[in-house]
């Protein structure tokens, strides 16, 4: 199974997934802001950090590993803040 099939089992059809996290993960280069973007919806969606990354690498041919990291360090930032209320906007 790919990255998207497993992403597309839990959030439904990728045409049915907003069109600016459909352009930032594929069309846009990506940037910290767009990255945050994408970082909020899949985390706020319950998709495994390690899966939105590799989403992320395999969509987008610009992608760095700073960017990567980005990742990792918003969702454990958010994971271990327990007691705090989480909105994704």
């Known amino acids: 199974m790919s990255f998207l099939q ?7 059809l ?15 280069p990506p940037t910290y ?11 706020g969606n319950a998709i495994p950090v390690e899966i939105a990354v ?8 610009e992608e ?7 990742f990792f360090y918003y969702y454990a930032t958010w ?3 327990e007691d705090a209320t989480h909105l994704v906007i």
């Open 14 to 28: 990728i045409y049915c997934w907003p069109r600016n996290i459909l352009k930032h993960l594929f069309i846009d």
């Open 33 to 43: 802001p767009t990255t945050m973007t994408l970082v909020k919806f899949f985390y």
């Open 6 to 12: 497993f992403v597309e089992k839990h959030l439904g």
């Open 64 to 70: 760095t590993f700073d960017l990567a990291q980005h």
């Open 54 to 61: 590799q989403l992320f690498q395999a969509c987008n041919d």
């Open 79 to 81: 994971e271990n803040q």
